[in-house]
């Protein structure tokens, strides 16, 4: 399938149309959001469906029902993917979602709402490779083709979703205040349970340690890859093939240094650093 078939371009970005439509889009721009939601924002593969796992877990005091019972994408819905009009009323208050959206494409009940954002930012470097093979995994986008050619997609903003520096920049000038959170998956890995505290903390869901625990436990990646309802096995082959890359792939910070050769890690850093220049927050990771 050609480009052109596989996705649609939405106010500049390009998505793809298996999960996204012109109503799926306008239902995300007609959104009501509530006080009480909370949306993790995230350039994709930056710990998404891991989200999607701990919200409700970390809302609900570590209740495992959702995450044992309903699929990811219909338990925390994407904002701008067609099942969430499916789905929305069954959502249990406080409701979770996910979105890609940069800052500005957010609607317009978001702003005047007092529902809480928690934006997780992963390493750029591990972005791309995770990003890499999804593209070779998922049937609905098109093939990656060599780490090479993909890198340069990426650098470019030719992806989903846009710039991965844009997408940051955006989620860091806002007038949220103290609605948002930023987290890193990098600190997710090293230390879950301290993660989950933060996220806790934020959301005032006062969880006892041993709840924390617990939670912590069941959103591990092997326990995560071996849960059905959250590992895409219940996808068909046809848009989900993990023979030829599991989504829960290998779940770790630094899997970069298998891949980029020295020319192209120095590319990458010059145009990140680049484009991060005179920004007034800092990343938090050396980019070499
Ligand atoms: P890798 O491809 O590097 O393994 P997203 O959900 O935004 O698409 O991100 C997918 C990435 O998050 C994948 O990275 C996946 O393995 C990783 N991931 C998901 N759950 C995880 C967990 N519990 N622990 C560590 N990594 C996790």
């Given at each position: ?10 106010r ?7 999960t ?32 999607q796992?701990?919200?409700?877990l ?25 099942r ?17 959206f ?112 617990k ?7 092997n ?17 989900m ?48």
């Open positions: 399938m050609s480009s052109e078939e596989i996705y649609m371009t939405y500049g970005y390009i998505v793809p149309k298996e996204h439509s012109l109503e799926s889009l306008k239902f995300a721009q007609e959104f009501t959001f509530k006080d009480s939601d909370v949306v993790a924002v995230t350039f994709p593969k930056s710990g998404t469906v891991w989200m796992e701990i919200l409700p970390v809302l609900n005091g570590g209740d495992l029902t959702p995450i044992h019972t309903i699929p990811n994408w219909d338990r925390v819905p994407w904002l701008e993917e067609k969430l009009a499916v789905v929305v009323d069954q959502l249990s208050s406080p409701r979770a979602l996910v979105t890609h940069p800052y500005h494409l957010m609607p317009p009940s978001f702003h005047t709402s007092k529902a809480k954002v928690i934006y997780v930012m992963r390493n750029p470097k591990d972005v791309l490779v995770s990003s890499y093979y999804f593209h070779q995994m998922a049937g609905f986008l098109d093939d990656p083709g060599t780490f090479d050619e993909f890198m340069e997609k990426f650098l470019e903003g030719r992806v989903l979703f846009g710039k991965w520096t844009d997408h940051v920049k955006s989620w860091r000038h806002t007038e949220l205040g103290d609605r948002i959170m930023y987290i890193t998956y990098e600190e997710m890995v090293q230390d879950l349970p301290a993660a989950l505290r933060r996220i806790s903390d934020f959301l005032g869901s006062n969880l006892s340690e041993e709840t924390v625990q939670i912590a436990e069941h959103c591990s990646f326990t995560m890859k071996a849960n059905n309802m959250s590992n895409f096995s219940l996808v068909p082959k046809q848009y093939d993990s023979n030829k890359s599991p989504f829960f792939r290998k779940g770790v910070s630094g899997d970069w240094k298998n891949h980029f050769s020295s020319e192209q890690l120095a590319r990458f850093i010059s145009v990140i650093r680049k484009e991060m220049e005179g920004e007034s927050f800092s990343l938090p990771w050396s980019l070499d």
